[in-house]
């Protein structure tokens, strides 16, 4: 017999946490201040034509988060002085923003913090291309155009439909999609999940106001 007491005390003190973690690609990705003379800018970087995944891609610094970092912040930190060629001392954290779970099965984790020493990069020739600045006066001022990505399903082969209502259908079925914003600054395209976060900064840190929220 089930001692129903001794089950349910097995979930007292449980902290929830995102069912099936390790099926994620989880990343962090450090947002790079840098302060110039005519104010202050984020860097970003153009990934290597040598790299299988998303050669040539715009992006923010960072990478796998590993077993061996202490925190998503330490994971980021560690990728921007690989990438970049910068020591510890080069960089400043200010803290994370709200991380995003994407539906292609990443979880990226965005940090926030300042170059301190920009003219010591020496960006990792196998993986950034070259590094370049856009002043955060731009982005405050330009709405990015934007687009969607749809998404459907459909049951695989081995789907027992016996065992679901008749209703239930056999092709593919549409689910709700994602909005993808675009940047085109200058030669570069910021876009994809590099904008979603980029715009996740701005609404945050008060320099964007969400289209939907504005009156």
């Known amino acids: 017999m089930i ?24 990343a962090a990705v450090f947002i790079p201040i840098v302060e110039t003379i005519e104010g202050p800018t984020l860097l970003f970087q153009v990934r290597s034509s040598e790299l299988e995944w998303q050669p040539g891609e715009i992006c923010f610094p960072g990478g796998k988060i590993e077993k061996t970092d202490a925190s998503p912040a330490a994971a980021a930190l560690r990728e921007t002085q690989e990438e970049l060629g910068l020591c510890p001392e080069d960089l400043e954290l200010y803290g994370e923003l709200d991380y995003f779970v994407s539906p292609l099965g990443l979880i990226i984790h965005p940090v926030i913090g300042k170059i301190l020493h920009p003219e010591k990069i020496v960006p990792c020739p196998g993986e950034v291309a070259e590094v370049f600045t856009v002043p ?6 330009t709405e990015p155009q934007r687009g ?15 065992l679901v209502p008749p209703s239930y259908k056999k092709d593919w079925r ?3 999609g994602y909005e993808v914003q675009f940047y085109p600054y200058d030669q570069w395209v910021i876009w994809g ?5 980029l715009e996740g900064f701005l609404e945050k840190t008060g320099l ?6 504005k009156t």
């Open 3 to 26: 001692e129903l007491d001794r089950l349910l005390s097995s979930l007292k003190g449980y902290v929830p946490k995102l069912e099936n973690r390790d099926h994620y690609f989880e």
């Open 136 to 141: 955060l006066t731009w982005f405050a001022k």
């Open 174 to 176: 549409n689910r709700p």
């Open 208 to 213: 964007k106001i969400r289209s939907g929220n």
């Open 193 to 197: 999940l590099t904008a979603r976060i």
């Open 148 to 162: 969607k990505i749809e998404v459907a399903t459909r049951p695989g082969q081995e789907f027992p439909f016996e």
